[in-house]
């Protein structure tokens, strides 16, 4: 429990204000949910802007996601999936569906 109490983080306007002074070469973001139909997904308001907000300000923008995550829908839509340049990812998914994202404009990377 000591941990808890040494933790130190910055989130809401704060965070955003501080992600806006900087232009990143890449930036690696995680997501809830990611689909064809709806793009990037979360569970809170908090993630979605903070992700949101490294995604505008980087060059490449990376998406890590495990196979759960893909055509699985959390409530809060965000970003649409041209957002991200690359997503890295595990193997499993099923071809077609990998083929679908690359038509999309992802470049897919099993990791």
């Not at 055509?71 to 809060?76: G, H, P, Q, R, V």
Request: include cysteine.
């Amino acid at each position: 429990m000591n941990w808890i109490l040494n933790r130190q983080a910055v989130h809401g306007s704060v965070a955003l204000e501080h992600v806006a002074r900087y232009h990143a070469t890449k930036a690696f973001v995680g997501v809830d949910g990611i689909s064809l139909k709806n793009g990037l997904t979360a569970r809170s308001e908090t993630e979605a802007s903070f992700t949101n907000a490294l995604l505008t300000h980087a060059k490449k923008r990376f998406l890590l996601a495990d196979s759960g995550k893909f055509e699985n829908d959390s409530y809060l839509k965000f970003a649409p999936l041209t957002a991200i340049h690359h997503i890295i990812t595990n193997a499993g998914l099923d071809q077609k569906l990998i083929q679908q994202y690359q038509e999309a404009g992802c470049h897919w990377i099993e990791a």
